[in-house]
């Protein structure tokens, strides 16, 4: 039995129940808990922000047929590494001399387009000068005359018909006007014919006039001087001061002696390339190469064209390093410890010393001699070389290690760095939390 009213007592329930709580929500452990397995969650998923693996997913990856399509392959700096290396094979100059030899071996022989020039000295009644105006003073003689700066015995030996007096002889001295070599290769001398005159040197050609004249004058000498070789030239271009045709002599000169006579490299040597063509053969090397290796320095055969092409030499930084960057060579040789110094090093706070990564196309020959598959179709193959800075030895490998044009430096990320980017992370979220529950008391 109710001691009062069914409705009093329905309202006084609903008055309680509709009171205020005394203590407002707040985060409890198990909310936390939760919420930081969420986090653990969200790093396991590689979803935090990185700069890049760290050393074993670096190594893992080179297992992974899907990861590493480009197969790489990963090798450790050693001192047997850089006997490797150093024993490089020559670079394919030398092979070239050899494979591809030139028809031409004293740069004096005469070919199409060159321009001759015949003189003849006859004694008594001259069957050049027979009263007929002076060949010689032709335009055409005058103006080769006068071109690259002749001496004067040789300005006079061209431009002049002479005649002088020993023992009472009187012996003439005649030019003839220059002659082009045709495409035939041949030049007709008057008296004498056509004469083929391909292949053969000045000293040839000559014997063969003099036997021609031998019966319509007397006791005739015949001297032939090439004036204007194209056979005997080659063509040199690109990163030089005087780019043009250098015409070859018999002295034989070298690849270096045409760049001198070019007036060199507008650039640092080291930050050019030289590419040579010869018979269809085309081999490009750093000009370095023939500067220290003598038996690079081959000889320059006719119809060679030479290239000098700037080409600066740099590498690039990733990972955990200071900042992501290029940076250039600038100096003749780089070592790999030079190039960590250069940027830095690894960044003490993110970095993993032990998974310092260098990243090259190496050249198929040394992939090979490392007992690793080289890429089908292609001169050269990716390879990444790692060295481990925590071992003190391994600094004076990295002196000797000499880095190559587009090289790249990976500094691999610590697997710690994720746990201090975890735990920054739950800081920034649950901090804001906990700061309006304390407002809130």
């Known amino acids: 039995?109710?001691?009062?009213?069914?409705?009093?007592?329905?309202?006084?329930?609903?008055?309680?129940?509709?009171?205020?709580?005394?203590?407002?929500?707040?985060?409890?452990?198990?909310?936390?808990?939760?919420?930081?397995?969420?986090?653990?969650?969200?790093?396991?998923?590689?979803?935090?922000?990185?700069?890049?693996?760290?050393?074993?997913?670096?190594?893992?990856?080179?297992?992974?047929?899907?990861?590493?399509?480009?197969?790489?392959?990963?090798?450790?700096?050693?001192?047997?590494?850089?006997?490797?290396?150093?024993?490089?094979?020559?670079?394919?100059?030398?092979?070239?001399?050899?494979?591809?030899?030139?028809?031409?071996?004293?740069?004096?022989?005469?070919?199409?387009?060159?321009?001759?020039?015949?003189?003849?000295?006859?004694?008594?009644?001259?069957?050049?000068?027979?009263?007929?105006?002076?060949?010689?003073?032709?335009?055409?003689?005058?103006?080769?005359?006068?071109?690259?700066?002749?001496?004067?015995?040789?300005?006079?030996l061209l431009m002049s018909n002479t005649s002088s007096t020993r023992s009472g002889t009187t012996a003439t001295l005649s030019n003839l006007p220059p002659m082009v070599v045709s495409g035939h290769g041949t030049i007709d001398v008057p008296y004498v014919g056509k004469l083929y005159v391909i292949g053969k040197t000045t000293d040839t050609v000559a014997a063969e006039i003099k036997a021609a004249l031998t019966k319509k004058s007397q006791a005739p000498q015949v001297l032939v001087r090439l004036v204007q070789s194209l056979t005997n030239s080659a063509i040199i271009y690109g990163d030089v001061k005087k780019p043009g045709r250098i015409v070859l002599t018999p002295n034989r000169e070298c690849l270096l002696d045409i760049i001198a006579l070019a007036q060199g490299s507008t650039h640092a040597s080291e930050d050019s390339v030289i590419q040579l063509t010869r018979a269809g053969h085309v081999v490009r090397v750093p000009m370095?190469?023939?500067?220290?290796?003598?038996?690079?320095?081959?000889?320059?055969?006719?119809?060679?064209?030479?290239?000098?092409?700037?080409?600066?030499?740099?590498?690039?930084?990733?990972?955990?390093?200071?900042?992501?960057?290029?940076?250039?060579?600038?100096?003749?040789?780089?070592?790999?410890?030079?190039?960590?110094?250069?940027?830095?090093?690894?960044?003490?706070?993110?970095?993993?010393?032990?998974?310092?990564?260098?990243?090259?196309y190496e050249d198929n020959n040394i992939v090979q001699r490392l007992g690793l598959p080289t890429s089908p179709g292609s001169p050269v193959t990716p390879i990444v070389y790692q060295i481990d800075m925590m071992n003190p030895g391994n600094y004076f490998l990295a002196q000797h290690f000499v880095m190559k044009d587009k090289d790249m430096l990976y500094f691999s990320n610590a697997k710690a760095n994720e746990f201090y980017k975890l735990f920054g992370l739950i800081s920034t979220i649950i901090q804001p939390g906990i700061t309006a529950g304390y407002m809130a008391r």
């Open 288 to 360: 370095s190469v023939p500067e220290t290796d003598p038996s690079q320095n081959i000889q320059i055969q006719p119809g060679d064209r030479v290239e000098v092409i700037y080409k600066p030499r740099s590498f690039t930084v990733f990972g955990a390093a200071g900042t992501v960057t290029e940076k250039p060579f600038a100096a003749p040789e780089l070592s790999l410890a030079e190039a960590i110094a250069r940027v830095g090093g690894p960044a003490d706070g993110k970095a993993d010393p032990n998974g310092i990564f260098l990243l090259r």
């Open 1 to 156: 039995m109710l001691s009062q009213p069914l409705g009093e007592h329905i309202v006084r329930q609903l008055s309680l129940t509709n009171r205020p709580k005394k203590h407002p929500h707040r985060f409890f452990p198990r909310d936390l808990m939760t919420l930081a397995v969420c986090l653990v969650s969200l790093a396991a998923c590689g979803s935090l922000p990185n700069s890049g693996p760290t050393e074993s997913e670096v190594l893992k990856s080179q297992q992974d047929p899907q990861k590493n399509n480009l197969g790489f392959g990963i090798v450790q700096i050693s001192a047997d590494l850089l006997t490797l290396i150093a024993s490089e094979n020559a670079t394919p100059l030398s092979s070239l001399e050899e494979e591809v030899t030139s028809q031409h071996g004293s740069n004096d022989e005469i070919g199409p387009g060159d321009i001759l020039q015949i003189s003849v000295y006859e004694l008594g009644s001259a069957i050049f000068s027979g009263g007929g105006s002076n060949v010689a003073d032709s335009p055409t003689a005058e103006a080769l005359a006068g071109a690259g700066g002749e001496s004067g015995s040789s300005r006079s």
